[in-house]
């Protein structure tokens, strides 16, 4: 299994330069392609570097005890090294589910949904204007990318253009904030797969702390009410994270496949 997760890294990062190259527009089967593969690779890789990083983290436990005295210290690596241990045989479980064959259901194409999040008013202005916005294609953007699932590369590349044209629509309507805000993938609690992206706001230490919005659905009398969490998270990890306090979720980029 691990000689299989040290070619798929390897592959990972051919991938990610290739997807850096100025030129790799220009040619949009392959731009797809390429965008498919890194999707379809980025929780493996995520969570075989998290696994590295434990077992990396349990090495250097076990050295530091046989040379710590202090016994404060002892315990404080003992409690390190037992989460350490811990950690890796949950990741050694998810990889073992991510490695399996991909539903023949996954290739199909996607619809995409803009819909206000928990922000309220201002929420429900950016998704009433996306399709006014000029300075920024966000359409372009989701039919050349999100329809091949590459919500992480999205996000990486145009979180920040993204994030300027809500702001830029919610000053235009009267609504503009002085919070900080930011764009973030949605990642799903329930399968760990990246499923949107959400603008988040709130004190800017608050804002530069969230790594993700993790999406928690929840079902409520009898079926009757489907309930959707939205939970700032300081981990794109949804197994290994702390709510971020202070943050709302102003704006969703919702992807239903």
């Keep these: 299994m691990f000689d299989?997760?040290?070619?798929?890294?390897?592959?990972?990062?051919?991938?990610?330069?290739?997807?850096?190259?100025?030129?790799?527009?220009?040619?949009?089967?392959?731009?797809?392609?390429?965008?498919?593969?890194?999707?379809?690779?980025?929780?493996?890789v995520d969570a075989y570097t998290e696994y590295k990083k434990c077992k990396q983290d349990i090495e250097d436990s076990l050295s530091m005890l046989e040379?710590?005295?202090?016994?404060?210290?002892?315990?404080?690596i003992k409690e390190t090294l037992n989460d350490s241990k811990k950690r890796v045989e949950e990741l050694e479980q998810e990889l073992k589910i991510l490695l399996l064959p991909k539903d023949p259901n996954d290739d199909k194409n996607v619809i995409v949904e803009i819909r206000a999040g928990a922000g309220g008013d201002?929420?429900?202005?950016?998704?009433?204007?996306?399709?006014?916005?000029?300075?920024?294609?966000?359409?372009?953007?989701?039919?050349?990318?999100?329809?091949?699932?590459?919500?992480?590369?999205?996000?990486?590349?145009?979180?920040?253009?993204?994030?300027?044209?809500?702001?830029?629509?919610?000053?235009?309507?009267?609504?503009?904030?002085?919070?900080?805000?930011?764009v973030v993938p949605i990642v799903s609690i329930g399968n760990s797969g990246y499923i949107g992206a959400a603008q988040v706001i709130g004190d800017a230490d608050q804002?530069?702390?969230?790594?993700?919005?993790?999406?928690l659905e929840i079902s409520w009398n009898d079926k009757l009410f489907r309930i959707k969490g939205l939970i700032p998270m300081d981990s794109k990890n949804p197994t290994s994270?702390?709510?971020?306090?202070?943050?709302?979720?102003?704006?969703v980029i919702d992807v239903r496949v």
């Design 4 to 44: 299989k997760l040290e070619d798929l890294l390897i592959r990972f990062e051919e991938i990610m330069g290739e997807l850096h190259e100025p030129t790799v527009t220009n040619n949009q089967e392959r731009f797809r392609k390429l965008m498919k593969e890194q999707s379809d690779l980025t929780p493996i």
């Design 67 to 76: 040379e710590e005295k202090d016994e404060e210290m002892r315990e404080m």
């Design 122 to 182: 201002e929420a429900a202005l950016f998704a009433g204007s996306v399709t006014n916005i000029s300075a920024f294609n966000l359409g372009s953007i989701l039919g050349g990318v999100v329809k091949v699932g590459g919500i992480g590369f999205l996000v990486d590349k145009y979180g920040e253009s993204i994030n300027s044209a809500i702001n830029s629509v919610m000053m235009k309507e009267g609504a503009g904030t002085n919070y900080a805000t930011k």
């Design 241 to 251: 994270f702390s709510r971020v306090q202070g943050v709302g979720v102003s704006a």
């Design 207 to 215: 804002v530069a702390k969230v790594e993700a919005v993790g999406q």
